[in-house]
């Protein structure tokens, strides 16, 4: 029963995270835009188009961008905290006060843009407090785990973060995509990418997959000497993959006798391939899901992929 709490438990708190990350979003690019006028002014830059600062200058107000950027700083805050209590089993309660300290570090920076307003010296000190916060996650994700791969990537990470304090536009622009980032892998947390690797292995998917790649570009590469409407082999290659996976953009339409020939041949063959590999993937991921031997595998797959910042 309290395993089945637990799991309730983290369930809603996955859900208020992911509509927390959904509500970032759109206030992450409204904070860029509303960013960018009055450092741009402050820095006289003349890389902007003017026609774009123009109409970012008609909706540009003072009071309403530093409302928006705080809204979007405590909208983050308030998923940090959220998704420390989400993960405090697996990583423990030192990260859960990372994620308190983190939060805190965001909404004071939100709280200094509310009360003085957009200037160059108080967005670089949010963008400088933004960025320790954020630094403080790499640092404690090499503390935790130590190999090669995450060193690497949070080697990365620290050195993208420092170069964007040095804007707040590219600061807001990279919490956007923490979110991003964040709310993908909300989505993909059910998918164990262990048990789809041993079912590529199992069935031999990747000839299958390879197969269907090479006739693409063998496809395409054709199509971009016969046909006049894709004289470009990245349009037929466009257009030959929206016929193998039955989207049909209709942005591009084959006129040649040729042409359509290939497209049948092509739409043919990859409403099989596509309905092979569809049906494959379901039956097996569902048989090996369920087998004893996966589950403790699993576990440990998603604790390994819940390497944030």
């Not at 029963?1 to 690019?29: D, F, H, Q, Y």
């Not at 006798?257 to 590999?277: H, M, N, P």
Request: charged residues 15%.
């Amino acid at each position: 029963m309290a395993r089945l709490n637990t799991r309730k438990t983290a369930n809603i708190l996955t859900v208020i995270e992911s509509i927390l990350n959904l509500l970032i979003l759109p206030l992450g690019m409204v904070t860029a835009g509303m960013a960018i006028v009055p450092l741009a002014a402050l820095m006289e830059t003349e890389t902007v188009d003017q026609e774009a600062m123009a109409q970012l200058n008609a909706l540009y107000k003072p009071a309403l961008a530093a409302g928006l950027t705080f809204l979007f700083l405590l909208a983050f805050a308030a998923g940090r905290v959220v998704r420390g209590y989400r993960l405090r089993e697996k990583k423990g309660k030192d990260f859960l006060r990372l994620s308190f300290v983190q939060a805190a570090v965001f909404v004071i920076a939100g709280a200094l843009l509310l009360i003085i307003g957009f200037d160059l010296q108080t967005t670089t000190i949010v963008s400088v407090l933004i960025a320790l916060a954020l630094i403080a996650g790499r640092v404690f994700s090499i503390i935790r785990n130590h190999r090669l791969r995450n060193v690497i990537v949070s080697i990365i990470a620290i050195l993208v973060i420092i170069f964007c304090a040095l804007s707040f536009v590219f600061m807001c622009c990279l919490l956007f995509l923490l979110a991003v980032f964040e709310l993908l892998s909300i989505v993909f947390s059910r998918i164990s990418f262990t048990i789809l690797k041993k079912i590529v292995v199992k069935t031999h998917a990747a000839e299958i997959i390879f197969g269907l790649v090479l006739l693409i570009v063998t496809f395409a590469m054709l199509l971009t000497f016969f046909e006049p409407n894709m004289g470009e082999f990245k349009d037929a290659l466009w257009y030959c993959f929206a016929i193998v996976t039955t989207i049909g953009f209709g942005d591009l339409t084959a006129v040649t006798d040729f042409g359509r020939v290939l497209s049948v041949i092509l739409g043919a063959y990859g409403i099989v391939v596509v309905a092979l590999i569809t049906s494959i993937i379901v039956n097996f991921y569902g048989e090996m899901k369920a087998s004893p031997e996966t589950d403790s595998g699993d576990t440990a797959g998603e604790i390994e992929r819940d390497q944030t910042v």
